[in-house]
């Protein structure tokens, strides 16, 4: 069989039964009517391929996870294993994450994974880390939730760290090279995406930050 074009990506997306585009109507819901279970709720932020999302849901069978990007062709390749494999504790969603609020409810999640995000390193404002987004992951989930950030990117690293201790939050993992980590998590060490193996191939450190919102 041949590759897959983008555009076919695309169209294959929006008929998978684990794909929603922009759902506001699960608002709230994502439990009793996608996962049918009461199992807590991990969200990737911007997932891409929805490596990660589904690194983490195969091992982690007692919980749910939701990849989220706003390229619907991206979520193909997650959402097509996720099918073939049969896994019901997987779900992808494509919405702008500055729109986060207007598909979960308060409440609705438990964890964020931030996986190799765009570093926009002229653009403070838009790192997922910033201020203004993690007021807008607050308000969505529980109290007490639990943010994950694995980047290659020294910057964000630092300027995640900047937030942290100006926010007062509680900081429960700080890590600037995982693979120097002699505990490091199975999770953390063997999921790799295609971005994290290519800046591994470049010598790059890997750099992790688990903290309370």
């Known amino acids: 069989m041949g590759k897959v074009g983008k555009l ?6 929006t008929v998978f039964e684990n794909c929603y585009e922009r759902a506001v109507e699960l608002k709230g819901k994502w439990k009793s009517d996608v996962f049918q ?13 929805g490596e990660y999302t589904i690194g983490l849901a195969e091992r982690f069978p007692d919980r749910n996870f939701i990849g ?15 099918l073939e494999h049969n896994m019901t504790n997987v ?4 919405l702008m994450i500055g729109n ?19 570093p926009q390193h002229a653009k403070k404002r838009k ?11 607050r308000n969505i989930s529980k109290d007490g939730a639990i943010m994950n950030l694995k980047s290659d990117s020294t910057r964000f690293y630092e300027f995640t760290k900047e937030v942290i201790a100006e926010q007062e ?15 490091i998590p199975e999770h953390l060490a063997n999921i790799q995406t295609f971005y994290e193996k290519m800046w591994l ?3 790059k450190k890997i750099k992790f930050l688990r903290y309370v919102l």
């Open 37 to 49: 279970n009461d199992n807590p709720i991990t969200v990737e932020m911007a997932c891409g391929k």
């Open 127 to 137: 790192r997922l880390t910033n201020p203004m987004f993690l007021s807008r992951y």
């Open 68 to 82: 989220i990007d706003v390229k619907g062709n991206r979520l193909w390749k997650g959402a097509k294993y996720a």
């Open 91 to 94: 779900a992808f969603h494509r």
């Open 100 to 118: 986060i609020e207007e598909y979960f409810d308060k409440g609705e999640i438990d964890e964020f994974w931030i996986t190799f995000p765009d």
């Open 169 to 183: 939050l509680t900081l429960l993992e700080d890590c600037d090279d995982i693979y120097a980590w002699d505990d």
């Open 201 to 203: 191939e470049q010598g």
């Open 8 to 13: 076919q990506k695309f169209a294959e997306v």
